[in-house]
């Protein structure tokens, strides 16, 4: 009889001077799988010069949890989110790679996109009337029924401090559709220059943009 393939990998990732290992499950769907995405935007925050110490940041759609790792290592105050029963995976590796030593802090909810009050859950995500300083996101656009409630989500937790960084590979031209309703919704968005990337960690059909509410 042949052995099943196992469906459970690791991957070591370094940001600064960490090197996190990041568990992921081809057999439990997209949210368990590190995405070149996550990757990309890791490595233009490493880059970046933004000053995480402190900030509040909502992570949404953070699978495997790199990216939301990473800013908790780097000092930043950051809620993990991703849909009802896919949060497993997502705990298991952000208490292996934090428990010993977070600069930062951090918490791991459910979250069901839209906005609250309707038929979405929310769940115990909340900035404590504080205010997100940043929204991330990696590879968020991938279905079309999912674009107009990542889009109320946006509109419900953004206010005119909240910067939201979303990196995610154009896999069709309808995934720019995201992008052209933004205006409808009050925000603006810029795409960040290649320049200003990892010089190594970038590609042709992965973007990373600024998003924010416009005054």
């Not at 042949?2 to 960490?18: Q, V």
């Not at 495997?64 to 995976?89: D, F, K, N, W």
Request: aromatic residues 10%.
């Amino acid at each position: 009889m042949t052995e099943a393939a196992s469906t459970i990998f690791y991957e070591n990732f370094d940001f600064g001077t960490n090197t996190f290992r990041i568990k992921q499950d081809t057999s439990t769907g997209h949210a368990a799988v590190l995405w070149d995405a996550a990757k990309v935007l890791v490595k233009y925050f490493e880059v970046s010069g933004i000053e995480w110490k402190d900030k509040r940041v909502l992570d949404l759609g953070s699978g495997c949890g790199l990216v939301g790792i990473c800013l908790a290592s780097a000092g930043a105050h950051v809620t993990m989110t991703e849909l009802p029963g896919h949060t497993s995976l997502l705990q298991e590796n952000v208490e292996n790679n934090l428990k010993a030593h977070c600069p930062g802090s951090w918490q791991v909810q459910e979250c069901v996109w839209g906005s609250p009050g309707e038929t979405t859950d929310w769940g115990n995500v909340t900035d404590m009337g504080q205010g997100w300083d940043f929204i991330v996101g990696s590879d968020l656009i991938y279905s079309d029924a999912s674009t107009p409630h990542l889009l109320k989500t946006l509109q419900h937790s953004m206010d005119d401090k909240t910067s939201f960084v979303l990196s995610f590979e154009l896999r069709r031209e309808k995934d720019l559709d995201f992008l052209r309703n933004i205006s409808k919704c009050g925000l603006a968005f810029q795409k960040i220059p290649e320049k200003e990337l990892h010089p190594v960690w970038q590609a042709e059909e992965i973007g990373i943009f600024k998003i924010w509410k416009k005054s």
